[in-house]
């Protein structure tokens, strides 16, 4: 199907345009999947709540700054360097450091109220529900 | 934007050279700063979702394992729907160059960060040789 559409005697130009969008959006997709973006996010769903799960070795609960603004969450956090002592050499120095700032957005709106967030081993656990205006409504069909 | 990037993220190991594992999970490799002192070397190793009961470290020889097993991060009733950090096991392996006092290994889990102090034996320790004049 691609490549009939390629061959179609439509206008090159636009034909172009489109091929270069569509590989663009593949570079994209790798990169979004291949995110070193720090730090990484999992994003569960169902239809009445979301559950924000991020892995945030390191840092103490009280360094994590959540905030829900509309549809968009945004986690702030920072870690810190271990401080360097007298007489040490550093042989490796792979784990990140400094001020971390993420933006997600939502997939629908939540209940700013209700936010339930946990921390464990690490793992930083954010549950959302659903506004109540936004659950989806049951119509009920009668046989006329 | 962060001020610092993480540039490296976690990676994912084959896990042929080590044995089969019975359960088909991810093997990841922590991230690790090591830090050497005159007295200790220092190992900081990111392993969220671990704790002290789920972490497994042997030192052989000089082959030092580090490996952390996290639970299960289903969620009933949801789907993932975006995915940055997929749910495995981790395992580490360092070839340590010195002799290490094996009695004195020292190790910490913290916030899902493993802290390994493996002090070196004193007969390894460098020793300062005082020239007295005669």
Request: net charge negative; proline share 5%; charged share 30%.
């Amino acid at each position: 199907m691609f490549f009939q559409e390629l061959a179609s005697p439509f206008d090159r130009a636009t034909q172009m345009n489109i091929l270069q969008e569509r590989l663009s959006r593949l570079i994209n997709d790798v990169q979004e999947t291949r995110n070193t973006e720090f730090p990484p996010i999992n994003v569960w769903v169902s239809e009445k709540n979301i559950v924000v799960v991020s892995e945030v070795p390191g840092i103490e609960p009280d360094d994590i700054d959540l905030a829900v603004c509309n549809q968009t969450v945004t986690l702030k956090t920072r870690r810190e360097l271990l401080e360097p002592h007298e007489g040490q050499t550093v042989h490796r120095r792979e784990r990140g450091h400094g001020q971390f700032t993420r933006s997600i957005e939502l997939p629908y709106a939540i209940d700013a109220e209700k936010v339930n967030a946990s921390f464990s081993n690490g793992m930083l656990r954010v549950e959302f529900n659903r506004a109540s205006a936004d659950l989806p409504k049951k119509i009920t069909v009668h046989a006329s | 934007m962060s001020s610092a990037i993480a540039e490296r993220k976690k990676e994912e190991i084959s896990t042929n050279q080590i044995g089969e594992p019975v359960r088909n999970r991810r093997v990841f490799t922590p991230l690790a700063d090591i830090y050497e002192t005159k007295e200790h070397i220092l190992i900081l190793a990111d392993m969220p979702g671990v704790d002290e009961q789920s972490i497994d470290i042997t030192l052989e020889k000089n082959v030092l394992t580090i490996q952390g097993f996290t639970p299960s991060e289903m969620e009933a009733g949801l789907r993932l729907v975006h995915s940055e950090c997929p749910e495995g096991n981790y395992r580490r392996i360092f070839a340590l160059t010195e002799e290490i006092d094996r009695d004195g290994i020292e190790a910490t889990v913290k916030n899902g960060v493993l802290k390994l102090v493996l002090p070196k034996s004193p007969k390894s320790m460098a020793r300062k040789i005082t020239v007295k004049s005669e």
